[in-house]
């Protein structure tokens, strides 16, 4: 269940991520992608998934991206007046059963209509809103790397002429969670890789454009 922050008029209920280019930063250090993958959490293997989660707060997320290294905050163009324009988009509500139960996302807006995303442990920041070609843009987390039985989760913003989302792994499709400009999608199984998965964002003109996660 993926509920809208009750303090905010028009927000997004949603989870996901396709392609961007973007910089990433996880809980520890900062790297360049050009396309957004999913984020292994960088705790020990025998430490629980929420022992690794930094971001519980909007207090949290301004802080982790104000601890962000200067190199960082430069490729991303985040500066101090963007930061403290950080605002929740999402709340995961409490009839889930994974890690992501009860957790906010945020976002942070950038110039020429660029932002970062906030969640869990990691951000992902572009300087370039979704398009055509990058229908969704954001970030992704493996909270536990595929060890101890948790889903990935995607969150992203969509292009404006987008109309809906699904995500193709291992073969079967599965639909995203659309509010506003927010995308959302939990892994329906946590045997599920994101790299194994397609976005598909359908467009209002007909157009389908597929990416791989």
Do not use: W
Not at 12 to 35: D, H, L, M, P, Y
């Amino acid at each position: 269940m993926i509920m809208r922050p009750k303090s905010l008029a028009i927000l997004g209920a949603g989870a996901a991520i396709a392609v961007a280019a973007a910089v990433i930063a996880g809980s520890t250090n900062a790297e360049i992608r050009t396309r957004v993958g999913v984020v292994p959490a960088r705790a020990a293997s025998n430490m629980p998934p929420s022992a690794s989660i930094t971001i519980r707060s909007l207090d949290d997320a301004i802080g982790f991206l104000n601890a962000r290294d200067p190199e960082f905050q430069a490729g991303a163009g985040l500066s101090r007046a963007a930061i403290v324009r950080t605002a929740p988009i999402l709340v995961f509500g409490d009839g889930l059963t994974n890690f992501a139960r009860g957790l906010s996302a945020y976002k942070t807006p950038l110039a020429n209509g660029g932002f970062c995303i906030s969640f869990a442990n990691a951000t992902s920041c572009t300087k370039q809103p979704p398009t055509h070609t990058e229908p969704v843009i954001g970030l992704g987390i493996d909270i536990d790397a595929e060890r101890s039985g948790e889903p990935f989760v995607l969150i992203g913003i969509k292009a404006p002429d987008v109309v809906s989302v699904t995500y193709t792994c291992a073969g079967q499709t599965y639909p995203a969670t659309l509010d506003g400009d927010v995308v959302a999608f939990v892994a329906p199984s946590a045997t599920l890789r994101a790299d194994d998965c397609v976005a598909n964002a359908a467009f209002r003109s007909g157009d389908v454009v597929s990416v791989r996660v």
